[in-house]
C-alpha cells in the first residue's frame, strides 16, 4: 500500500531551522501534489505548505510565508521542507500528504494519502 514517512522533526530552539522530509513508496509520485500540514493540540489541522506535480508552483500559509519553503524531488519521491526562523507557535505535529488534484489543495479533505507525522518542537 501507499506509504509516506516523514523525517527530520525535533526540538529546536526560536529562531532555528529544520528540514522535514517525507518519502513516498508505492505511489506515482509525480501524479500527485503534495502538502504539509501541522496540527498542535487541541487544534485543527491546518495547511502549511503545498507544491504541485511538477514542482513548478508552490503555495503558503500566511502564518510561514517567507520563513518555510517546500520543495520535491521526483526522482527520489520525496518532497521537502525547509523551516527557517522557527517561532514557538510553530510547535505542532507536521504531516505531508498527496493528492491527485492538479492543483495545491489547502484543506485536508481534499488529499488522499498522509504520512503519521513528525513532532516539531520550537523552544522559547
Known amino acids: 500500500q501507499v506509504r509516506l514517512v516523514e523525517s527530520g522533526g525535533g526540538l529546536v530552539q526560536a529562531g532555528g531551522s529544520l528540514r522535514l522530509s517525507c518519502a513516498a513508496s508505492r505511489l506515482t509520485f509525480n501524479l500527485y501534489a503534495m502538502g504539509w500540514f501541522r496540527q498542535a493540540p487541541g487544534k485543527e489541522r491546518e495547511f502549511v505548505a503545498g507544491i504541485t506535480r511538477s514542482g513548478r508552483s508552490t503555495s503558503y500559509a500566511d502564518s510561514v510565508k517567507g520563513r518555510y519553503t517546500i520543495s520535491r524531488d521526483n526522482a527520489k519521491k520525496t518532497v521537502y521542507v525547509q523551516m527557517n526562523s522557527l517561532k514557538p507557535e510553530d510547535t505542532a505535529v507536521y504531516y505531508c500528504?498527496?493528492?491527485?488534484?492538479?492543483?495545491?489543495?489547502?484543506?485536508?479533505?481534499?488529499?488522499?494519502?498522509w504520512g503519521q507525522g513528525t513532532q516539531v518542537t520550537v523552544s522559547s
Open positions: 500528504a498527496a493528492s491527485i488534484q492538479s492543483d495545491i489543495p489547502v484543506r485536508p479533505s481534499s488529499y488522499n494519502y
